[in-house]
């Protein structure tokens, strides 16, 4: 008997943020599971080499650098498949929200929200045009209402604003929609935002990510998803 094919398998994945930690971690896991990997990271000729992955330049926060690796993308490979937005900035978490400077707030929104909306935006067309589509946030459990505390002000302020604009999209593209659109928050992760001393490996919501870029057509849409669980936010 066959084994089954990974839903991955063939499909042309965009993932930001990429040259480390658990965009790095997504990469090799979707190349694993037979994707595509288009990464895109600031610096291509900085990110150590990945056989079979697809590296070129994309800067988030600026639209046409965005436009350009979406164009790039969809001419060469004549679809996209499936986007992760990963790329994102912690700046000084300890600073006081009252202490926080503007500069900082605006920076963390330009990439962390900013980023996110300027991809799907190109994304989101093109995937319903082809009759499908997978979009996974990387959140954080730091942009959840339901357990906001102090500290990591202009990060937590920018992923919540993330979950509600993947509920807002999720929303008006419908329930029925080909194109599926989650969040998802990676736990506590050891890469240079989370330190050496948290508790999981990038591998772990490496794995959680490419699961739900592997959703069938009747899965789930507009979800903030923990441990590979529907979770509060």
Known sequence: MPLPVDPIAGKVILLTGANRGIGLAT????????????????????????EGVIVLPLDVANAESCRAFVDCVE???????????????????????LDMAESDLLSTLE????????MCQLVVPRMLAKGSGR????????????DMAGGYAAYRMAKLALNGFTKI?????????????????P???????????????????????????????DGPTGGFFRRGEPADW
């Open 169 to 185: 999209l999720a929303a008006e593209l419908g329930p029925n929609s080909p194109v599926k659109v989650n969040s998802l928050c």
């Open 111 to 118: 990439i962390d929200l900013g980023g996110p909306i300027r």
């Open 75 to 97: 001419k060469h490979e004549g679809r996209i498949d499936g986007l992760i937005n990963n790329a994102a900035i912690l700046l000084n978490p300890k600073t006081p929200v």
């Open 27 to 50: 990469a090799k896991e979707l190349k694993a599971r037979g994707a595509t990997v288009v990464a895109g990271v600031r610096q291509p000729s900085k990110m150590a080499p990945l």
């Open 187 to 217: 736990g506590w992760v050891r890469t240079d935002m989370g330190g050496a001393e948290a508790n999981r490996d990038p591998s772990e919501p490496a794995r959680e990510i490419a699961d739900l870029v592997a959703i069938s057509a």
């Open 135 to 146: 979009i996974v946030n990387v959140s954080s459990g730091l942009g959840a209402i339901s």
